[in-house]
Nanobody
Framework: VQLVESGGGLVQPGGSLRLSCAAS????????MSWYRQAPGKARELVAT???????NFGDSVKGRFTISRDNAKNTVYLQMNSLKPEDTAVYYC????????WGQGTQVTVSS
């Protein structure tokens, strides 16, 4: 199983980014897919999850600003991030969970003016 994140970068406060997590070796619709993030000096935190039944949940700090979605045809999960704040700056990781977990390599998101 391989997960490859992309879409990170530098954005101004209030801006938007869409992260992608392309999965190979496993059908992501058959797994719980999550986005986590880790800022320097802080613990990794859950950002969003989409279940096999397409239920979603979000961390309190991103509710109302971020959405998670899945394109089964592309075997890809997305994280749409709107109204970005400097405190959203972190490395964002994709996680696939079935009977075991798999992680991507991460993509850097920097929110700064």
């Amino acid at each position: 199983v391989q997960l490859v994140e992309s879409g990170g970068g530098l954005v101004q406060p209030g801006g938007s980014l869409r992260l992608s997590c392309a999965a190979s070796g496993f059908t992501c619709s058959r797994a719980a897919m999550s986005w986590y993030r880790q800022a320097p000096g802080k613990a990794r935190e859950l950002v969003a999850t989409i279940t096999t039944g397409s239920r979603t949940n979000f961390g309190d700090s991103v509710k109302g600003r971020f959405t998670i979605s899945r394109d089964n045809a592309k075997n890809t999960v997305y994280l749409q991030m709107n109204s970005l704040k400097p405190e959203d700056t972190a490395v964002y990781y994709c996680r696939l969970w079935t009977s075991q977990e798999y992680w991507g390599q991460g993509t850097q998101v920097t929110v700064s003016s």
